[in-house]
């Protein structure tokens, strides 16, 4: 069957000017006192739990939950626009970030009504968080060579040992939903399993990781004989597999994979000469395709459908996007010229740019699903 490509958008009318200009009044307000621009330049990576608190008390987190969850029963549509207005003003959203953009969606789909009616709430209300359990060590891209383990105890309930790896902000989650081997199966993709599993429970360790800068967001998790019970299975045993994909298709495909260097982007525009106008406009070009192709993914999660394809596609060319800002930056700005506002939006985003190419599935490992997806290979 040939793969449909079409990126156009057809979804209900919404006055998203509306919405936009109450998030960005919203904004005006809520941001922490004295947001620098090195703050802002940590785009979706900086943690602010009371800031979190204010968008869930505004309705900005769980927008699209129904409200019998404490969500907000709008569309898909309408949270991009509201993501995207607070990638543009570089909120710091990282506390909320993970479980609302995929962990309530996982258990809205897949968990019991008693998980959807514990956690959800907490989650519309910026007040419970969550990290992603899928990398280990030695099993990054090749996801399903993972080795951590949960045993099924014979009185009952499940014992996980394992560890994961570059968990971002384990430390300062409630919730891990965390990918294991469950069954004896001999198929690779057979077996397994996703838990939901309580930060707090005795038997797991987080040890921080330190990035190239110097900087702890990421963690190793270590699971030594920690005893869930059953209710803390997600979805189906040993559909494990089908989930994690699905779940990377909502961490893929948000406007965050292509403006998290748009603080320098604005930058680099405020500083230009006007020799400089060609590659900022070039920039600008590709920013606007690129958002898009991105609304375009929402779009078509809001009809239901599952745009893995469109989704690792927007996620290729925003990292690309993504780590050119830095070069071109370099290129234009006169250092004569440069002031400490830039420049530490120049420095930040210089460290943080390689690693845009690696989370959330490196450049190969997503031209390989294109090219799957497409009959190529
Ligand atoms: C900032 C950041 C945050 C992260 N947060 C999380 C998190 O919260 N939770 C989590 O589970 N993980 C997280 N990760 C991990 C991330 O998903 C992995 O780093 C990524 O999947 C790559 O795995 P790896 O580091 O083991 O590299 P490897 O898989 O060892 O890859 C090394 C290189 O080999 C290439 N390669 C591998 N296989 C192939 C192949 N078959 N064909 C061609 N080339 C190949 C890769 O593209 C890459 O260039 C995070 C990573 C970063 C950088």
Request: charge should be negative.
């Amino acid at each position: 069957m040939t793969p449909n490509l079409d990126f156009s958008i057809s979804s209900p009318k919404v006055d998203h000017c509306a919405l936009r200009a109450e998030v960005r009044a919203f904004l005006a307000q809520a941001l922490p006192r004295g947001w620098s621009a090195g703050e802002r330049a940590r785009s979706w990576s900086g943690f602010d739990a009371d800031f979190s608190r204010a968008l869930g008390r505004a309705g900005y987190i769980g927008m699209t939950l129904p409200t019998e969850y404490g969500g907000h029963g709008r569309g898909a549509m309408e949270r991009h626009v509201v993501v995207e207005e607070l990638l543009a003003a570089g909120a710091p959203v990282a506390a909320h970030w993970i479980a609302d953009r995929q962990s309530a969606q996982m258990i809205l789909h897949n968990g019991t009504e008693e998980q959807r009616r514990t956690i959800l709430p907490g989650i519309a209300a910026g007040e419970v968080y969550f990290c992603i359990g899928m990398s280990e060590p030695d099993s990054g891209s090749d996801l399903a060579s993972i080795r951590m383990r949960a045993e099924r105890l014979p009185s009952g309930g499940w014992r996980l040992n394992g560890t994961k790896l570059w968990t971002t902000y384990a430390h300062a989650s409630h919730y891990m939903i965390c990918l294991c081997r469950t069954g004896l199966s001999d198929e690779r993709h057979g077996g397994m399993s996703q838990f939901l599993i309580d930060l707090a429970l005795p038997g797991i360790e987080i040890r921080p990781v330190l990035d190239i800068a110097g900087e702890h967001h990421f963690n190793e998790v270590h699971f030594d004989g920690v005893d869930l019970p059953d209710s803390a299975v997600l979805g189906q045993e040993g559909d494990g597999w089908a989930q994690v994909l699905s779940e990377l298709a909502f961490e893929r495909s948000g406007p965050e994979r292509f403006l998290s260097s748009f603080a320098l982007f604005e930058e680099m525009a405020r500083l230009a000469p006007p020799t400089g106008d060609a590659a900022i406009g070039r920039l600008a070009a590709h920013v606007m395709v690129l958002r898009h192709m991105s609304q375009s993914v929402a779009g078509r999660l809001e009809q239901g459908e599952k745009p893995d394809l469109h989704a690792a596609i927007v996620k290729d060319l925003g990292a690309i996007l993504e780590q050119e800002i830095p070069e071109r930056s370099r290129e234009v700005v006169d250092p004569a010229l440069a002031d400490a506002a830039y420049t530490a939006t120049y420095a930040r985003l210089r460290q943080a740019a390689p690693s845009f190419s690696l989370r959330g599935g490196t450049r190969e490992v997503l031209r390989s699903i294109i090219s799957r997806s497409l009959g190529l290979r």
